[in-house]
């Protein structure tokens, strides 16, 4: 039987570890067999997960022995993991293991040497800090999950979900998975990925030099803007504006306008009734067509698909339905 080992390290996000444990546990097949065996292995019998303790019934030796080896997450994303437990890994991979991580579990797969050059993906607001401290790894931060052939790696949360049913897929077929879906109340596949819910240039970025201008943003946002009114703001040179706002947040000053202006818009769209051209001008945006461009450019779907998602409602109070939505959303 197929074994699966899940990894349970000090500080493990509780919800990452039962994720698979049960995904895989409750596989069943032809006359009501058990399609995986599903082993919890530990560097120690009892391990903290934030208010709870969990408690595993195997050791690291388990691992190199595993068919597949998943690796949830811990609370602190890019705490050391154990010595021992890197060790373990790295010998369950040349043993052949599938590898996987859900969440920032993919920091540990990272630190073992698991992700060097290979393309990989972590839960949205730890993908910038996984590609600073391991270069070598190619992040995908919206993808829900990537399957990398012997690793495989997942977003947060649900999406960890999401890849535990493709591996059941890839080793029973479509019809056990979907079995093993209808169990979960969760869908076979999603489509899409983690971009809808990011947030974007949150207000609480800290950098030291341009932190009085990106306040300055936030409030101001709305208004038509220019660079040159922003380096007046910072109180900067275009020039050394440019070059600060390349260095501290990666975008330049314009594309940072850009993304809080969609975050604004996301905002509107998830808490009100406002049509899709109000959301716009209230956003800053000068025309509801280039909102819509920059919207589904940046979230991954039409801002009104991105209503629906988050909050059920079709469209707003006297906004047309039917072909002249479907239009305007293209």
Do not use: K
């Not at 060790?87 to 293991?97: I, K, N, P, V």
Request: charged share 25%; net charge positive; with cysteine.
């Amino acid at each position: 039987m197929h074994t699966v080992a899940v990894l349970a390290l000090p500080d493990v996000i509780a919800f990452d570890l039962a994720t698979p444990v049960e995904a895989f546990g409750r596989v069943r097949l032809s006359q009501g067999r058990g399609g995986y065996r599903v082993l919890v292995c530990g560097t120690r019998p009892m391990v903290e997960a934030g208010p709870m303790r969990i408690c595993t019934d195997s050791g690291l030796d388990e691992l190199e022995r595993a068919d597949t080896v998943v690796v949830p997450g811990r609370n602190t994303a890019d705490a050391p993991a154990p010595p021992e437990a890197l060790d373990a890994l790295r010998r369950a991979a040349a043993a052949g293991a599938r590898i996987a991580s859900i969440c920032v579990g993919a920091f540990v797969l990272a630190e073992a040497g698991l992700l060097d050059g290979r393309r990989a993906t972590t839960h949205w607001l730890a993908a910038d800090l996984l590609a600073r401290r391991y270069p070598s790894v190619e992040v995908a931060p919206d993808s829900l999950y990537v399957d990398g052939g012997p690793v495989l790696t997942s977003a947060g949360a649900a999406a960890g979900l999401d890849l535990c049913l493709h591996m059941i897929r890839a080793d029973h077929g479509r019809a056990v998975a979907a079995d093993a879906s209808r169990l979960a109340v969760a869908p076979l596949h999603r489509d899409g990925g983690q971009a809808p819910f990011v947030v974007r240039n949150p207000p609480a970025f800290a950098t030291a030099s341009l932190e009085t201008v990106l306040a300055w943003i936030e409030r101001n946002a709305h208004r038509p803007l220019t660079l040159t009114e922003l380096a007046s703001a910072a109180r900067m040179s275009v020039r050394t504006l440019n070059r600060r706002f390349h260095a501290e947040t990666g975008q330049s000053p314009m594309e940072w306008v850009t993304g809080v202006r969609v975050r604004h818009a996301q905002e509107l769209l998830e808490t009100t009734d406002h049509g899709v051209d109000r959301v716009a001008r209230l956003s800053g945006f000068a025309a509801p067509s280039s909102f819509r461009d920059h919207f589904r450019r940046r979230v991954g779907l039409s801002p009104h698909a991105y209503r629906r998602s988050f909050t059920g409602r079709r469209t707003a109070p006297g906004e047309a339905d039917g072909t002249r939505q479907a239009s305007a959303d293209r």
